[in-house]
């Protein structure tokens, strides 16, 4: 499946979360995480992020997208900017 990753992390853990998806995805902006992933691996990232992230504080957003017409948001942490329709 391809993922698109972005987030918005407090300071003080930004370089660990870089660093940390930086084993998983490609960086394509400060803030922006793409690639394929197996589910196995998505799951595996994910168990590690939360780890990392502070869920009061910090947002984390993966784009999942299992085939060419079906796109799933997923969050992680709190919602810094709620939006109200997607794609």
Do not use: H, W
């Not at 992390?9 to 370089?15: A, H, N, W």
């Not at 502070?54 to 993966?62: A, F, G, H, I, N």
């Amino acid at each position: 499946m391809y993922i698109i990753l972005v987030y918005d992390i407090g300071e003080k853990r930004v370089g660990k979360v870089c660093k940390f998806m930086k084993r998983y995805l490609a960086r394509v902006q400060n803030s922006v995480f793409e690639g394929e992933l197996p589910e196995s691996r998505v799951a595996a990232m994910k168990a590690g992020l939360e780890l990392i992230i502070e869920p009061m504080e910090d947002s984390v957003l993966l784009y999942v997208m299992r085939d060419d017409y079906r796109v799933d948001r997923q969050r992680m942490g709190t919602e810094k900017l709620p939006i109200s329709q997607f794609f």
